[in-house]
């Protein structure tokens, strides 16, 4: 079955597959799939990009869901503890969050190996460093989309649904959230397209993505220009799928509104 | 017929109710318990890794980083805010060509990451040698520093064009109007009625884009401009220890949290004739 599956996405691989672009116009180039060419490289380093923003948006959603919970909440502590959380990871650089993130976590890991009586030296996996880095700070920046969108909703929805007799969570779970997806939607539009763009620095750490792919192609066959372009051009059309698909979620959420 | 004869003595007020322990007031205390532990770790790091030598080799390498930071930032979104005004003009204009000109620049330098535009220009414009040496432009495009003031001013003048825009279409219809109607010249309409409110209007946008700015100046360090970042990477280089990318936490904190006080003080007081 997995067969099965791996066969349908080979054939149907926009870049190397059968009727992808690099096997139909770059054979012979550059880009030539295989080991003639970067093809194959440059297509993997795609996947890896995608990979990367995909894995970091459910997370990063999450936390930032919980943060923006906290930010609203009616406690002066909760709001002040998100409050630093949000301060700090809006306020650093993505780079610098992402070197943070790896070479801390590595030092946290090892003395904590450490203490527990293992001496060796211990690399964690460049593309969970990447994600942790990139769902922090998506979710410092998504809780703050979140959280205009939860004053957006009027008080009356939530005493609408304890005069239905639904509890707390019920209420959340059927009348705030699906008026929070609409509201918030366009704002996570865009902090999804400004991920896209974040997950380039994960090339820094030496993950395997579209920059740091073309990057080696680059070096190896001098042809910077051609390859850098290449990268740009990828990120464009990767940013241009993206909103025309998210445009399609965002008629989709709105589909119940009438037309005022 | 009865009356009262005493009053009711004054009584204390009531207690206020004792406040319940509820979940988010421990939740509250963990999480600030875990930032003051993680506060008091930064300090003990400092503390116990404090070293008089590295202080003073690596200390005024990280001014001199700050320093290129700050005067990239600044000169990037200076010339970006010259760039942007012609871009957001012809976004404005009738002419179809000429907006869509302006509508690809500004979808493709927003689309595209900065540190993807930084290396096309410094490494891919540097693959042009001979070209640009004979166009005697060799100069600029051999130092990194001037390729990364470039790549930051395309791309934030396209953010700004975009702000711009905007703030200038945001102001209504019955300003101009009102502008026509008074026999104002369409410049003089456009400085000194449309311009002044389109510009309060872009206040915060130009504050966060110079945040964004100055986050996004650290992939400079990449290809080896000695910013704040690039310092930090090279002490981290050359010491192996991780209070340098603390300080350079610290320094970054401080400008962006420095940078946001700075404006809204300035929004405060430049709007404070629409306060009621």
Redesign the interface.
Known sequence: MSGFFSALFGALDPLCGPVGIFSLFGSGTLVACGEAGWGDEIAFGVKVTISLALATVPVGLFLGFLIALAAQSEDKLLRLATGIYTTIFRGLPELLTLFIVYYGLQILIQSVLAWLGYEGRVEINAFLAGMVALAVVFSSYSSEVLLSAFRAIPRGQYEAGDALGLHRGRTMRLIVLPQLIRIALPGLTNLWLILLKDTSYVSVIGLADIVRQTGIAARVSKEAFFFYFIACLLYLILAMISSFGLGFVERWAKRAETAR | MSYVRELIPPQPAPLAPARPI?G??I???G??IL?AMLAAGLVAMVVNGWDQDKFLRYGPRYLNGLWTTISLVGLAVVFGALLSVPIAFARMSKNRVLNGIAYAYV??FR???????L??IY??????KPQLESAGLWWFFRDAWYCGLLSFVLNTAAYQAEILRGAIESVPRGQREGAAALGLSKQVAFAKIILPQALIVALRPYGNEL?LM??????V??VTVYDL?GE??YA?SRTFD?QA??W??IF??AM??TLRHVWAFLEARLTRHLKR
């Open positions: 509820t988010a007031r939740a509250a205390i999480i600030l930032w979808y493709v689309s595209t990451p900065l540190l993807a535009q290396f096309l490494y891919g414009l540097g693959s042009f945040v100055m986050k996004g100046s650290a992939v360090a990449i970042m930090t990477r981290f991780y990318y603390l350079a936490a970054y904190l962006v949290e």
